[in-house]
């Protein structure tokens, strides 16, 4: 989109926007030229408005790779489409011993229910939900309404009409455990709905309780099985499997989000031309990707450094196998080209404050298992970096929560 002058009201420019926004099928696709809605404008008030009114909306800039660093290439790995995973029969197993064993179940069926209350399980035989009640001028006030300005509803359930529920249920777990809907809503009625079979059953509901239960306890669903999927039962099937793989190499022009800053300065060694400290604002990155970067910049033995993209064709990926046998692509956050020519592969996580853990990533170890079996076999040095009180930390051996044990360094001492 292209504005060179004011035209139409301000309703109809934002629904363009959101026209011009929408995917046809539905799907990102990895592909800049695809995934992102560009608008090209002289108006500075114009852009203020929609940088504040538009949900991820952000400045961009276009830079060009420096030629040093255009001679690197890695091997790329990408899913192997003929891998299935586990069957559903042994994700079931999985996701049946993880709520025996989180929630103490057992066969009788009346100790299961309460312990799933304790546990926070809702078992109401309504659909529980609130809405927002109040006067809301714009959209940061209707989204910081608060817990004081909402209600909550009751409504007994109906089996048609509440169907559609049940399918976004269902998909809201799908989408966070890559699980097909149909297995997700099979496993769900093995363990929690009145049926024929017996085995794997924690609570035996009529019809409609099974949908006010999945309904009502899909936010705690979606944890118990995230829990399972970051299980460490998918590593042996990993041995099987054999990703496909390609040659990576950096794309000789980027496009990075930005935010202007007081004031700018030039990273003299990241990868591309005329990249600077507006890339790495706090609202773009996250506080141990900024320490790395400077961190980078600062250190005399670095040639050069990158920062890859988060996902993307175009972009350096690993495979992993979650703790079902599903394979996801792990984007490592940084390749660093040392003046003694070799190169680092990083990965940048939250590290701890006060002793607390920031890291919120619960797949860690499998990415870190992976990326390790990744390194190893192409020879790479590689790691991940943690911040604790501004300083940064490494561990490329065994990965532990703790970074007072001795697995994580003082980054210097790697490079």
Known sequence: MVKLREGGSEDFQIQTIGRIRRMPEGKHYGINTLDYCYIYTLDTNYKMGLLSSLDKAYQVRRLFLKDEAKELTLVKELRDLDFDGLGERETLMKVYEHFKKKYNLESNKKINREN???????????????ILQGIFRNTEELANGGADNRIQ???????????IYLLHSVDAIKKVTGMQSQKVKNIL????????????KFVALENADFYAFIINNVQRLKMDFKEV??????????????PKTTTFTIPEMEIYKYSEVKKRTVFRLNAYKE??????VGKLRSEPERLFERYCERNENVQWFYKNGDTGQQYLSIVYVDGVGKQWLFYPDYIVHMKDGTDWIIETKGGEVAGHSKNI???????????KNYAQKYHLKWGFVRDESEDLFINNTEYVENMADEHWVDISEAF
């Not at 799933?116 to 609130?130: M, P, R, T, V």
């Not at 990533?361 to 990326?371: E, G, I, L, S, T």
């Open 275 to 280: 990249y600077t400290n507006e890339f790495i």
């Open 153 to 163: 509803i009751k409504t007994a359930v109906n089996t048609h009409s509440h169907g």
């Open 229 to 242: 999927t970051a299980g460490l039962g998918g590593v042996q099937m990993s041995l099987k499997l054999e």
């Open 189 to 200: 009625r093995r363990m929690f709905s009145k049926g024929k079979h017996t085995k794997y």
């Open 361 to 371: 990533d619960m797949q860690v170890v499998n990415k870190f298992n992976a990326f």
């Open 116 to 130: 799933l209350e304790a546990g926070g399980y809702n078992f109401s035989q309504e659909i529980d939900s609130k």
